[in-house]
């Protein structure tokens, strides 16, 4: 199976603040890689696909990039709603796999 | 609007059966695939398995194959995930997500979630 590392686990920001996630994958999956935004007691919600396509209505403070096996979520500017836990996903191949998550807290 | 609406919170014993679902709204039921998705209270997300309703071509997780199955009811625009014998490391929120076009690929959007508590 693919195995996705996020990094950190845990992140302290306050409003305004430039945040930036990782999630390396244990081989390589192109672009096949997205973002998930989860609020405590909602579904996720998808934010990048193939990387660094930003879905329709997600706002452009958002934004993903990959170098190699290694892909970044940046929030520009972090809002008050964005505190969230957020996790990757790799659809290159079977069984699709999620990063362990990311959760974005008030300082 | 494209809307996936979950079965209501369930509470079972272990041993017991159960089956979840997932009804799929404003669009083409048979034109996207439909995926479960697990999440254990304070815990990340766990890919399952995910179904084609056009042919109901499946793929599981191997850490759930043999321990659900997953399924659709064509005529009725469904989607299920079903236990014949529950245990209590079953206890979980359980998602249904359609891809986002009609590969197979990300999700979006989600149900609501179905909570599910295995307690005797």
């Known amino acids: 199976d693919i195995q996705l590392t996020q990094s950190p686990s845990f992140l302290s920001a306050s409003v305004g603040d430039r945040v930036t996630i990782t999630c390396r994958a244990s081989?390589?999956?192109?672009?096949?890689l997205a973002w998930y935004q989860q609020k405590p007691g909602k579904a996720p919600k998808l934010l990048i696909y193939?990387?660094?396509t930003l879905q329709s209505g997600v706002p452009v403070r958002f934004s993903g990039s990959r170098s190699g096996t290694e892909f970044t979520l940046t929030i520009t500017r972090l809002e008050p709603e964005d505190f969230a836990t957020y996790s990757c996903q790799q659809v290159r191949s079977y069984p699709w796999t999620f990063g362990q998550g990311t959760k974005v807290e008030l300082k | 609007e494209v809307k996936l609406v979950q079965s209501g919170a369930e509470v079972k014993k272990p041993g017991e059966s159960l089956k979840i679902s997932c009804q799929g709204s404003?669009?083409?039921?048979?034109?996207?695939?439909i995926g479960w998705v697990r999440q254990v209270p304070g815990k990340g997300l766990e890919w399952m398995g995910i179904i084609y309703p056009g042919d109901s071509k499946t793929k599981y997780s191997p850490s759930f194959q043999g321990r659900v199955t997953i399924s659709v009811d064509q005529s009725n625009n469904v989607a299920y995930l079903q236990w014949s014998s529950l245990q209590a490391s079953d206890s979980a929120m359980y998602f249904c997500?359609?891809?986002?076009?009609?590969?197979?690929?990300?999700?979006?959007?989600w149900g609501q979630g179905t909570l599910v508590t295995v307690s005797s």
């Open positions: 193939a990387a660094s």
């Open positions: 404003g669009y083409n039921f048979l034109s996207y695939w």
């Open positions: 997500a359609r891809s986002l076009d009609s590969t197979d690929n990300w999700f979006d959007p």
């Open positions: 081989q390589g999956i192109n672009s096949y």
